[in-house]
């Protein structure tokens, strides 16, 4: 086992990795004291070797990493790639890893799951036991254990089995295209950027009065802004159900703000708080926001949902393909309302294998029917 503990040897492993045609990543951090994930551990797997960067170590310089994760021919393979993607785009000034590959939506695709795990893809794909032992451990506690190295290193050894098979079996489905599509979404930018402006979307408004919602949607930036800043969880700036107490009661001096006995702010926070409501009830009426009033669902509408979903469930064991990764609840609300226009299981591989069922379903022109002990389709005469 190899683990890396100077920029000079980080260096020199980089250099032998970006003669790969690609690696398999994975990292540990740590984030429940802070607002930013803390990085921990990176595992890095070539053909040759598996290596842990200690990116805590006295002297380490991510340098080599970054230019390796942004080597457009390296691929990079990851497993649930997504809060590893939010670590490397904030690591890298805002800037993405490319290529990615990601083996939980191939064993999606494959049909080997709801959310393949990585447990279940090294017992199912690669025949091997994880050792858990140090599956809840601190990553940032120093020295690292022979057995949390072990236990880390894994998750990159056995990717490697798993991306090459899972890699096989796409191409021969020609189904290569569908993962592409998936990751097209999770390479998306906007999925990691965290503007305080939408942090209000967040909480559930027990009220839409448009003075209570502005409250809300200032008070939840500040927040926001303030856990960024002192890189705090957001709840020990704040709890959630407070910060809707503070907009729902609005004190707009110290001494209000204190009789509010479960809120308890530093003298810095206390007065910036003090400040918002102050402004927000001065605002104009005009300038407040309208939210608008929830859809009601039209009558009648639920059981064609449930019908969309048996349908759904068809289509999935027909294709082999996770059901969750086809569509979800609302594309069916959508598709019974009669909408059509930006619903995911519209577009793409998903329209070809249920999307346009879905649509048939809907007009009447299929039928779902029980023949024995299986559910088939019939196709429908027109009537009229």
């Not at 086992?1 to 020199?12: E, G, K, N, W, Y």
């Not at 072990?150 to 189904?175: K, M, N, P, Q």
Request: net charge positive.
């Amino acid at each position: 086992m190899s683990l890396i503990t100077t920029t000079t040897d980080l260096d020199a492993f980089v250099r032998r990795a970006r003669l790969e045609r690609y690696v398999t990543i994975d990292t540990e951090f740590m984030r429940d004291r802070t607002y930013w994930p803390k990085l921990c551990l990176v595992q890095i797997a070539t053909r040759e070797e598996a290596v842990a960067v200690d990116p805590l170590a006295a002297g380490m310089d991510l340098a080599p990493l970054a230019a390796l994760l942004t080597d457009a021919a390296v691929g990079k393979v990851f497993h649930a790639c997504r809060q590893d993607l939010e670590i490397f785009y904030h690591l890298l000034g805002r800037r993405l890893p490319e290529p990615v590959f990601d083996t939980q939506v191939a064993a999606m695709v494959l049909g080997l799951g709801e959310e393949a795990s990585y447990e279940s893809l090294v017992n199912r794909i690669a025949h091997a036991r994880l050792d858990k032992s140090s599956r809840f451990t601190d990553w940032a506690r120093r020295p690292l254990t022979e057995a949390q190295l072990r236990y880390a290193l894994a998750d990159v050894t056995h990717l490697r089995v798993i991306y090459e098979r899972l890699h096989e079996r796409l191409v021969a489905a020609g189904r290569l295209a569908w993962v592409d599509e998936e990751l097209a979404n999770l390479l998306d930018p906007a999925l990691y950027e965290q503007p305080p402006e939408e942090a209000w979307k967040r909480l559930k408004l027990r009220s839409r009065e448009p003075r209570f919602v502005k409250l809300v949607q200032e008070l939840a930036a500040w927040r926001e802004r303030s856990a960024q800043r002192r890189d705090l969880p957001r709840n020990r700036i704040l709890r959630d159900d407070l910060l809707l107490e503070l907009a729902a009661n609005r004190p707009t001096g110290m001494e209000e703000l204190r009789r509010l006995s479960r809120i308890s702010l530093d003298r810095q926070s206390a007065a910036e708080v003090v400040a918002i409501v102050q402004r927000v009830m001065a605002l104009p009426e005009a300038e407040l926001p309208r939210l608008p009033a929830p859809a009601e669902k039209p009558r009648g509408l639920g059981p064609v949902v449930e019908l969309l979903r048996v349908l759904l469930k068809y289509c999935a064991e027909e294709y082999h393909v996770a059901q969750r990764l086809i569509a979800a609840t609302p594309d069916l609300e959508a598709i019974a309302a009669g909408r059509e226009a930006g619903i995911p299981a519209l577009a793409g591989w998903r329209r070809e294998i249920f999307g346009e069922r879905a649509l048939a379903l809907r007009r009447g022109r299929i039928a779902l029917a029980v023949e024995g002990r299986k559910l088939r389709l019939v196709t429908r005469e027109p009537v009229g």
